[in-house]
């Protein structure tokens, strides 16, 4: 299955930070299990200010995923295995895919004269039979003359278009029979949060977030069995309303050491609840460098319309996605400064769901500030 | 879980705050308390695999009382 | 924002608790500069002020800089790095008795003091710092 494009609200909160300048080079090699998807992605960004008041920040990513997603298919025809209909062979295995995605996103941020920020950012995702445009803004207001207390108001919509290859036996098209369509969906996404600086050496948060989209939310690769006979593509509901909180707190212990957690709860109209724990400890070495780890649990609930098999339901997905699953992450990382303007990374993880699913991503990179 | 947002803010916020001058931020600003960590772009690789992986979206954290040093 | 204090005062609670003492003369124009080495927007203003300190020398405005860092070693180890942008006069305030006298709302932050007063202060990184500074040194100008 290909990497779909990321919400940039969650770039918008993470770029621009703090004022200095750079570019980064960053290489993720991400490989799972049983010769699943396998993605070699470089990526390219840059962080300028233009005096005391403007930052721009652009950043590249192409993508190039290859392997195998499973799903059920029919495995009489030999012509595809993602052909569906009805078939007295049905399995469930991996069918290959290979893709090549291109993406990036600009953001300018905007400081006035108390400091506050407007940050407003534009991105695009293309792949051959998905693409992806976004626009998103968010104003960060500090309610404090010290800066220890600030509200951040942020929102992001993105509107997609998704080519459905092959219309047979998919619910979704009006084309007829093995033509293909264009579909589309759109959502927006709103965050509120708040920010306390609590002490010297400590900061918390606290952030309410809703969203919503309609439209295709299906995947023309993703198939479904009904009467345990006939293969159809999936369909799932054509609007889903989420909504969350999350938590957040980095503390200082002592002068070399920083620990990180976040809680996030989510919840959303398909019947899925998630529950997110992250942590994360920080270790400066020396000057020069500075090692660190951490363990993610995930777990979440399935949606209403998932199961593995399916007579007369409407809605209908064994995408293993929106099935109920629990996943843990390893984390390690080391960042290697060569001297204060130039800085090598290096990370490891490990991912494991439930599900079976098991992957290994590697992040290397350079970053350079001038 | 309304419940639970409200006391963890108490827990967070209330009665446990003092006042920090800017110029007593200097571990603040360090990039181990920044919220991308010192790479924001291995951050945005992580975000995108669980995004594709799971299905849960939506809960960038936003952090900006950290430094105000701008 | 104004404030006043007398130089003895914070000349004692210098030399009481800080490494190095502040004094100003009286009569003279001073622009102070607070910056440490973990602000960043401190490292886009020392330029700033570097450009202007031979035209304000000349008009008899001194600029002393500040220096926060509560560890020495920071401090040098800054001040080495931007030593082509500091050519003024630099105290270092480790103990951070100056600038809690001083009581800055934002980093970097400056205070132009004349006859022992404050007269005008900038906080946090100003886009145009050398129009803002004629302008608030016209209005200590001003002042009697």
């Keep these: 299955m290909q990497l779909r494009k990321l919400s940039i609200i969650a770039s918008l909160l993470v770029a621009g930070a703090h004022a200095d300048d750079y570019v980064a080079l960053e290489y993720l090699q991400y490989n799972e299990n049983d010769s699943r998807v396998s993605v070699s992605a470089p990526s390219l960004e840059i962080n300028k200010d233009f005096g005391a008041d403007y930052t721009l920040n652009a950043s590249f990513v192409l993508d190039s995923v290859s392997g195998a997603s499973p799903t059920y298919y029919d495995a009489t025809s030999g012509a595809s295995a993602h052909a569906k209909g009805p078939s007295g062979d049905i399995r469930y295995g991996n069918v290959n895919f290979d893709e090549q995605r291109a993406a990036g996103n600009v953001t300018l941020t905007t400081r006035f004269a108390n400091r506050d920020e407007l940050k407003v950012g534009v991105g695009y995702s293309t792949e051959s039979d998905f693409y992806s445009y976004e626009g998103s803004a968010s104003y960060m207001h500090y309610l404090d003359d010290s800066h220890n207390q600030s509200i951040s108001l942020g929102g992001s919509y993105q509107s997609n278009e998704v080519l459905i290859k092959d219309c047979s036996y998919n619910a979704a098209c009006d084309a007829s029979s093995g033509a293909s369509q264009k579909m589309t969906n759109d959502g927006y996404q709103l965050q509120l949060s708040f920010s306390q600086v609590i002490d010297t050496t400590s900061v918390a948060d606290i952030g309410v977030f809703y969203g919503s989209e309609s439209g295709y939310l299906s995947s023309p690769y993703h198939n479904i069995v009904r009467n345990a006979n006939t293969v159809y593509a999936e369909l799932k509901p054509d609007a889903r309303d989420n909504y969350g909180v999350k938590l957040g707190y980095k503390k200082a212990l002592g002068e070399s050491l920083f620990a990180h957690a976040s809680y996030k709860y989510y919840s959303d109209d398909w019947g899925i609840n998630s529950h997110t724990i992250d942590t994360k400890l920080l270790y400066e070495v020396n000057d020069d460098l500075t090692l660190g780890g951490g363990v993610r649990y995930y777990m979440q609930s399935e949606a209403d319309f998932y199961a593995k098999a399916f007579t007369a339901e409407k809605f209908a997905s064994s995408d293993e996605r929106v099935s109920d699953f629990n996943a843990l992450t390893y984390k390690a990382e080391l960042e290697y400064k060569f001297s204060d303007d130039l800085s090598y990374n290096l990370g490891a993880n490990l991912y494991d769901q439930s599900t079976g699913l098991q992957a290994t991503f590697f992040t290397t990179g350079l970053k350079y500030k001038f | ?70 | ?144």
């Excluded at chain 3, 927007?41 to 800089?65: N, T, W």
Aim: proline share 3%; with cysteine; charged share 30%.
């Design chain 3, 1 to 144: 924002m104004k404030k006043s204090f007398t130089l003895a005062c914070v000349a004692l609670a210098s030399t009481l608790f800080a490494n190095e003492t502040l004094l100003l003369e009286k009569e003279k124009t001073t622009i102070l500069s607070f910056f440490a080495s973990w602000c960043p927007s401190c490292k886009k203003e020392l330029p700033q002020l570097a450009k202007l300190h031979d035209g304000y020398k000349k008009r008899g405005i001194e600029i002393i800089g500040i220096d926060v860092d509560k560890k020495l070693e920071d401090a040098h180890k800054f001040q080495e790095k931007m030593k082509e942008h500091l050519p003024f006069k630099v105290l270092n305030d480790t103990s951070n008795t100056i600038v809690g006298e001083y009581k800055p709302l934002g980093m970097p932050a400056i205070f132009i003091v004349k006859n022992n007063e404050v007269c005008a202060t900038i906080f946090g990184a100003e886009e145009h710092l050398e129009e803002r500074l004629e302008k608030e040194l016209q209005t200590c100008k001003e002042k009697k």
């Design chain 2, 1 to 70: 879980m309304r419940y639970i947002t409200i006391l963890a803010a108490a827990l967070l916020f209330g009665g446990c705050v003092s006042e920090v001058q800017p110029w007593e931020k200097a571990t603040l600003a360090k990039d181990g308390m920044k919220e991308g960590g010192a790479n924001p772009l291995v951050k945005k690789y992580e975000e995108h695999i669980y995004y594709s992986k799971e299905a849960t979206k939506g809960g960038g954290s936003i952090g900006a009382g950290g430094c105000g040093c701008n």
